[in-house]
């Protein structure tokens, strides 16, 4: 087998305000496979939050390569790729979570099937997907609410952890009007303290919100769970569950835990965490990075799996460089294509990939 890569960048559409950051766009590293016929293909985006600088990315795909190409097929690749083998022991989360699916697509290429069969789905699966509202005033708010409902979208997810939760409190409320029907998610990406967290959870909740990610700081994980016990409305855990372990520790103490392919380390991971989680109280949340349809692709395939999806991140890119899983109306769905289904728009530059 052959492994290439080429970096690209990712503008988002408008610059996204969350309680930590603003982010205007980033780095993707595009992973190529070869096995004489067609390519496989994943995607890892840099991230400053999982300290995945795209200098990282191109640092273990390097070393990542001689081992890779040593292989004699995609099939012994994904077996080497599991937690007991050897090949992806020591790569980063994103790196393996991009390879991964790159492994996959040409897996599913080459046997004419699509991802989700191969992961044991025979019908394709599609679910809504909510669409992110970030920090910004109450009726830029409305107006978005307003414009996502009408092209379709029934789950929104707005940020919040303003320095002044009636801010927050107010962008909710002004959504709620531009979308009276949607379903409503709140993600404060860790701002509150746990006392904010029980006395603002109950407003939230009045105002119609349906569940609430991560609402305490991370890497207090026993506040997360008091909050949850205590909450008017579901409590999804996400910067605090990373891992498989993660998920396990929080089984049935919070309502949901958020799997994304990147923090986690790609379909495998999550396939672990669902079944670890099966039948605990706590359900599965699919979400995604900023990324384009090749680097979300992965997760489409495992939509019917999930409680709550919030698989948006190619819609919010001011042009993204793939298609094939839907959104723009509401719902993603995988193209029925073999392998994951996405094709880039454009032709891929010869000889840009290393």
Known sequence: MRLTWHTV???LAQPLR?????????????????????????EAV???YLGLPVERILRHLSALRPAIERLPDPETAWAELAPAGSVGA????????????????????????PVHQL????????????????????DAAA???????????????VKAGSPDPAEDLARIQAVREGAPAAELLLDPNGAWTEEQARALLPRFAALGVAAVEQ??????????????????????????AVSHEDAAALAGRVHGVNVKLAKCGGVRAALRIHAVLDGSGTDLMLGCLAASSLGIAPAVHLVDRARWV?????????????????????????ARRSGLGVLPRTAIPVGAAR
């Open 9 to 11: 960048s990712l503008e």
């Open 18 to 42: 969350i309680s930590r950051s603003v982010m205007s766009g980033r780095d993707a590293v595009w992973v190529c496979l070869e096995h004489g016929g067609p390519s496989g293909w994943g």
């Open 46 to 48: 840099s991230s400053r």
């Open 90 to 113: 020591d790569l980063p989360a994103g790196v393996l979570a991009a390879v991964e699916a790159a492994v996959l697509d040409l897996i599913g290429k080459g046997s004419g099937e």
């Open 119 to 138: 992961l044991g789905s025979p019908l394709p699966p599609s679910a809504p997907t909510a669409r992110t509202i970030g920090i910004v005033a109450p």
């Open 143 to 157: 107006e978005q609410a307003g414009t996502l409902a009408a092209a379709g979208f029934t789950v929104l997810k």
């Open 215 to 240: 609402p305490v700081a991370a890497g207090r994980p026993e506040a997360l769970a008091r909050v949850a016990a205590a909450s008017p409305v579901p409590v999804i855990a996400d910067e605090d």
């Open 310 to 334: 919030d698989l948006d991140g190619h819609l919010l890119l001011a042009d993204d460089p793939w298609e094939g899983i839907g959104g723009a109306d509401g719902t993603v769905r995988p």
